[in-house]
């Protein structure tokens, strides 16, 4: 099956045709039986020629794609699989062009999704559409929009931008999407203001499942737009003034697990570099109670590392 010209099988083109007419039964207990989401490796080809196939359909599709993203069905379940063909299918329709509003909404409110195999899904379809041409910046835009987003349901509201902004962190993150970024501006905007809600949420939301999410993508993201070649200087130099003013505990770890990861050789960052920004983080750290009974390898955690 190739994902670019979409369904070779019949079976599967005649129970597309019925679903985008109003009777999805047969397309869903197909993408069901071959999605294979219960294995460690989904049919992420049969969701993409999914999507390819709603790039190429001219009507109407977001009936379909609205009942596919809402089945909410358990992640150790085959019906887990019809979401990630959503996305999927999402993503297809903005290719085309087509319905482009809804379905970034669809794909926001996916990203966040508490399931697993879903946000992974999801991913692989927001890839796709970073590393088209335009794409990484589109991407930056509407990840923007939705974090400067007013909540009206409280911690709900809050729980999904946190859940949005770490998989579309994640990625930004990848190397394919960001040597696509025209304009690294507004992508540092968008990791500060990624950085400004996770600080500046209250106390309460640490409990938050999409909050760690967050924390965990941006490391990762961080060291790869430091260490991109088109935006090094200036991503350093934003870096350090992040480093300056971090003063809540999980976000400068975060901030030194991202510094730690310029250290591997996939990034090649140089001794000075690492120093500096190292040096910036430190700078911000309160200061000890009584920093002469502070002895090397003691404290808690790995508190003696000097990132910390």
Partial sequence: M??????????????LTAGLGGRP???ERLLCRAGA???????MKLAAAFGAEMSAYAGKAARLLTRLAGDDAA????RAFLPIAAAHGWAGRVRA?????EAWLAL???????RSPVR???LDALLSLGVREGGADELVERGLSWLRAESDAGAVGREARFGTAALVVE??????????VRDGEPLLAYLSLALTEVTEAPRSAERSDARRRLLMSLPGALAAVIANPAMAERAQSWFAAECARADRTDVRHALSAAILALRSPAHGQSVIVIETLRGALQGSAKPLRDPSRLRPGTGRGKASRRTR
């Fill in 97 to 101: 062009h087509r319905e482009v509003e």
């Fill in 120 to 122: 992974v899904g999801t």
């Fill in 75 to 78: 992640p150790d379940t085959d």
């Fill in 108 to 114: 926001a409110h996916l990203a966040a999704d508490e």
């Fill in 171 to 180: 990625v930004l993150g990848d190397r394919r999407v960001l040597s696509r």
């Fill in 2 to 15: 190739s994902p670019e010209e979409g369904f070779q099988n019949d079976l599967l083109r005649d129970a």
């Fill in 37 to 43: 989401v219960l294995t460690p490796r989904p049919n």
């Fill in 25 to 27: 039964v047969e397309l």
